[in-house]
């Protein structure tokens, strides 16, 4: 059944186009994007602030988190 979970977002997108060129809503308010531009995304590094409050305690979970994950055993 992995590939029903896989192939899920695709079949949800294909439906909902679908759905709108059967009903023609995009003359009803839907909006459609003509054109896509190609190539990648500029990087949002310069985003990350990693100097918050939380930062510390995040940290902390989160070696936690990798210390079980390693050894928890099936």
């Excluded at 709108?20 to 602030?49: E, F, L």
């Amino acid at each position: 059944m992995f590939w029903l979970s896989a192939i899920a977002p695709l079949i949800s997108v294909i439906l909902s186009t679908a759905a709108v060129y059967a009903t023609r809503a995009d003359k009803h308010g839907v909006k459609i994007i003509q054109k896509v531009h190609a190539g990648v995304n500029p990087s949002s590094v310069k985003q990350i602030h990693l100097n918050g409050p939380h930062t510390a305690e995040c940290a902390k979970i989160a070696i936690v988190c990798a210390v079980i994950a390693l050894t928890v055993i099936d």
